[in-house]
C-alpha cells in the first residue's frame, strides 16, 4: 500500500496517514450509505462501489447545480430529512458541515454513524474530501486515482498560462454576492489566469458588493451567478442594465462546475480560458 | 397660502431628488458626480450615475407620488384619516398580483403584465375594502377588513414564494412585505410609469368630486356630482397608482397616512388641494426615506419599511390621542 502512496501527491500522503492511524481493516466497507448534502453526493457517486450508495438528496438532479445530475437519475432520492433517511436503515450517512445541525444530530442520537465532510474551499480542500470519501466507502484506490487524474490535469493546465498582464475577474451573483478570496472560485479563477477582484479589495470570505461598487470597480469579466428556474427578485440585479454596460458581452455563467468541489472545477478553469480566448 | 406650501414642496422634492443622486456607496464629490450624470460617457462613474442613481430618485418620486395622492384620495372617498393603502391591505394585495405575475413567468412574456397584475391585486382589494367597510362603515369595519385583507394577502405571497423552485424566492418575501428601491433601473421605470400615469389621471380627475364629498353624499349629488362614477374612478385610479408602485417597490406603508395627516391643517382640509400637496409629500417623504437607508446601512438593503414604521407608528399614536380626546 505505502508504495502506491509514495508515488502520489503530498496531501495524499498526509490523507492515506490518516487513515492508516485508523484501522479500516477493522470493519467491513459500509453497504448501505446515504448522502445528505449535494457535495457529498457528487463525491459519493463518483466513488461508490455499485450498489453501496443508497440514495441522494433531489439537488443532484438537478442540472442547474449538479454535475452529475444524469448519474443521479440512477439513484433513490431524499429530502434531507431523519425521519425517511432513519426508515432506509443507512450503515453511514454523509453530510456536509453546514448539512442541516438538527438533523445530523438526530441521526446520531439513532445510533448512525455519520461522516462530516467540510466544503471545499481550495483545490488542496478538493483533494483532502476525495481522499476522505475514499476512506469512508472503503475505495482508497479509487479515490487516489481520481486524485492523481486531477493533479495531472491541473498542472497540464498550469503549464499553459496565458501571458501578459493578469486581468480582473469577479464572481458576483444574486443580491451581489461575491465570493471571497479565500474560495474554491478564487482558486478556480487564479488557476484560469485572472486575478481576483476580492483578492484586490481585501474581502477574504464571501461578502455582499453593491451593484455601485462593483461597477466602479470595473473588472474585466463578471462571472454571473447561474440563474435559477422561477423568478426571484434577488437575482433580478443580474439583468441590470449598469452591468450589461460595464460587461459588454465578456459576462460569464458560474455553471454547476463551479459549486463543489469535484475534479469538474478544472472544466470550469478551461471554460474561462477559452471565453478569455474569445473575448481577446 | 396654498401656493406657498406648493412650492415650497416642490423646492424640497427637487433638492432631496439631488441629495438622492449624490448618496450611494461610491464616495465621490459632488460635481465629479453631476459632471458624469449630464456629460458622462461609458465610464464606471457615468454608469453609476446614469443607470443606478438616477433611475433609483425617479422611482422614489413616483412611488412616493402614487402613494401619497392615493392616500390623500381613499380617504377622501371614505371620510376616514386610517383609508390609507397600506393600512388597511390594497398594497399588500397588489403584491400578490405581482409575485403571481412573475412566478408564472407571465411577466416575462406579455409587455406590462407586471404592474397590470399589481393593479389587479389592488383592485380586488379596494373592492374587497369598499364592500366590507362601505363607504358609510365606520372605522372599526375598515380596520378590522384592512386587516383580514392584509393578513390573508401576505400568507398568499409568502406561500407563492415558498412553492417557488427558486431557492432565492423565499428571501424575496421581505421585499414584498417592507419594499425597497435598491438596484431598480429605467427598466422598472419604464414598467410603472404608464400604469401609474393612469392612476394619476384618475385621482386628479376626482379632486373636485372629493371637494364636494366633504359636506356629504346628498349634498354632493345635489351639487351634480355622480357619486358612483366618483367612487369607480378613485377605485381604478388608487388601484392603478398602488398597483404600479407595489410591482417595481414593493409594499412600501404608512405614506399614505403620514402624508395626508401632516399636510391637511395646511390646506384647510381641502381634498382639492390636499391631493396635489400629497403627492409632492409622498415624494419628499419616499425620497427621504430611500436616502436614509443608503446612510444609515451604506452598501446594504436596508429595507423601506423599517424606515415608514418608525414615521408612521407616531402619526398612528397621535390619531388615537386624538380620538381619545374626542370620547
Known sequence: ????????????MLAAGLAASVPAWAEPAPARVVSINLCTDQLAMLLAAPGQLRSVTMLARDPSVSVLAELAQGYKVNHGKAEEIYLDRPDLVLAGRYTAQTTV??????GIRVEIFEPAQSFADLRADILQMGQVLGRDRAAAEIVAAFDTRLAQLQAKQPEGPRPVAATWSARGYMSGSQSLAAEIISTAGYDHLAERLGRKGGSFLPLEALVLADPDLVIEGHSRAGHARSEEVLAHPALHVLTGRKAAVQTPDWVCGLPAVLDAVEGLRTGQEGAQ | MNRKLLAALTFAVLALFLLSLLTGVADVGPIRSLKALFWG????????????RLPRAILAVMVGGSLGLAGAAMQGLLRNPLAEPGVIGISAAAALGAVLALQTGLAATVPLALPGAALLGALLGVGAILFLAGAGGGTLALILAGIALSALASALTALVLNLSPNPF????????????LADTSFTQVAVAAPVMALGWLLLARSAHGLEALTLGEEAAASMGVNLRRLRLAITLGTAAAVGAAT???GTVG??????PHVLRPLVG???????????????????????????????????????MALVGAPVFFHLIWRMRGAA
Do not use: C, T, Y
Open chain 1, 1 to 12: 500500500m505505502w508504495a502506491s502512496v509514495r508515488s502520489s501527491s503530498l496531501a495524499f
Open chain 2, 254 to 259: 404608512f405614506v399614505g397616512l403620514v402624508v
Open chain 2, 41 to 52: 460617457g461609458e465610464g464606471p462613474l457615468d454608469i453609476v450615475m446614469r443607470e443606478i
Open chain 2, 269 to 307: 382640509a381641502n381634498p382639492a388641494r390636499l391631493l396635489p400637496a400629497s403627492a409632492l409629500g409622498g415624494a419628499l417623504l419616499v425620497l427621504a426615506a430611500d436616502i436614509a437607508v443608503r446612510k444609515v446601512l451604506p452598501g446594504q438593503d436596508l429595507k423601506l419599511g423599517v424606515l
Open chain 1, 105 to 110: 444530530n438526530m441521526l446520531r442520537d439513532l
Open chain 2, 247 to 249: 410591482a417595481v417597490a
Open chain 2, 169 to 180: 424566492a423565499a428571501h424575496d418575501i421581505v421585499f414584498w412585505m417592507m419594499g425597497s
